[in-house]
């Protein structure tokens, strides 16, 4: 049963689940200021998941008319919530790029996401692209601390390795200056607000992209150098107590943060939100110079696992003991795309010796 109305405690022990936000619509038609407070709505009931009941942020749709941006802000906050996923799209019609979108959060996380800023806002900056691309120095077209809900993080832990997801949501559509000039949103999100030592080097890989992002905490750039095409790393930079972020919204941005290992690597996966929780017996064996491990996902699936930590001109991959190709990634990742071939697809990275 599900408990639509606003007075849950008094259906405790009714209703399993528990409806945590206003009905979503179909993609396109809804404003994206209703989304913003509708989401948020869903932040302050996710403490409520497996306690009160398994809540439901509303049905699931990410298919057309609307864009596959918003389309993965839906996925996203429906992942993340931890909850009931309820689909609403015709599925005879659904294109290939939103089936991607809706197995990606196929299965549920079964536990919900932590919205960290919920009552401690962090520092949310607007950038100029003039005045960084004439001065090439920092610049801010200005800052404020939004109300929470824009931050979530979710424990992982897949056997094999344990890592956070940061969920980060710019609600808004780019402000604009002098009529000409969009302006990127950069969080500044404080590394104890994600549980995270910035002592130690973690490894990020942002899921919707597939782009791994590198190392964090980074280094400076020469001379303080800063330029407005650094956005195109995602990671704007970081110091001993914040990482930064920067993209175009509305948008909702996916980081699997892990800490670094003294040996190769998975750092993600196209297959499901989770970034690796798909994965079972992921192993480095040094004296075999072999990353290895198992896909698990229905036959067909076409997507790819990414590693680093690895020279990838001496890199080359079987999967089900048959050759598979290998490509350079971002950051000098390594890229295997796979299509699975039965519940269980198994794979293996293979380095030469120097």
């Known amino acids: 049963m599900l408990n639509c109305n606003p007075y849950e405690p008094c259906g405790l022990g009714f209703s399993q689940l528990l409806y945590a936000c206003n009905d979503t619509g179909n993609t396109g038609y809804v404003t994206w200021s209703f989304m913003k407070e509708n989401f948020r709505s869903v932040a302050a009931h996710l403490w409520k998941n497996h306690r009160w009941g398994i809540i439901q942020p509303s049905c699931l749709c990410v298919g057309p008319?609307?864009?596959?941006?918003?389309?993965?802000?839906?996925?996203?906050?429906?992942?993340?919530?931890?909850?009931?996923?309820d689909i609403?799209?015709?599925?005879?019609i659904l294109p290939e790029d939103r089936w991607q979108v809706l197995l990606s959060v196929l299965p549920p996380a079964g536990s919900s996401a932590k919205p960290v800023d919920l009552f401690e806002p962090v520092l949310i900056e607007q950038l100029p692209y003039e005045d960084i691309s004439r001065s090439g120095f920092e610049s801010t077209a200005g800052s404020f601390r939004e109300d929470g809900?824009?931050?979530?993080?979710?424990?992982?832990?897949?056997?094999?390795?344990?890592w956070i997801l940061v969920g980060l949501f710019a609600w808004d559509p780019p402000r604009i200056k002098n009529g000409r000039e969009h302006q990127i949103t950069r969080f500044n999100i404080p590394w104890r607000l994600l549980g995270l030592n910035p002592d130690r080097k973690y490894w990020i890989y942002e899921f919707w992209s597939g782009q791994f992002l590198g190392e964090a905490p980074l280094t400076t750039r020469p001379a303080g150098y800063v330029h407005p095409g650094d956005a195109g790393k995602?990671?704007?930079?970081?110091?001993t107590d914040v990482l930064q972020v920067a993209f175009f919204g509305p948008a909702a941005k996916v980081l699997a943060i892990r800490e670094k290992k003294?040996?190769?690597?998975?750092v993600g996966t196209s297959f499901h939100m989770s970034s690796g929780g798909e994965l079972r017996?992921?192993?480095?064996?040094?004296?075999?110079?072999?990353?290895?491990?198992v896909l698990q996902r229905p036959a067909g699936q076409l997507g790819f696992i990414v590693a680093t930590g690895l020279d990838t001109r001496l890199a080359r991959a079987m999967v089900d003991e048959h050759p598979a190709p290998v490509h350079t990634g971002a950051n000098s990742s390594l890229v295997i795309p796979i299509i699975s071939k039965g519940e269980v697809t198994r794979w293996e990275i293979f380095l030469e010796k120097d």
């Open 281 to 293: 017996n992921v192993a480095w064996d040094r004296e075999e110079r072999v990353l290895k491990g």
């Open 65 to 85: 008319p609307g864009t596959l941006e918003e389309a993965r802000i839906r996925a996203t906050v429906a992942y993340l919530s931890g909850g009931e996923i």
């Open 149 to 162: 809900g824009n931050i979530w993080v979710l424990q992982v832990d897949a056997g094999w390795d344990s």
């Open 234 to 239: 995602l990671l704007w930079g970081s110091t």
């Open 262 to 266: 003294p040996h190769p690597w998975i």
């Open 88 to 92: 609403g799209d015709d599925l005879t």
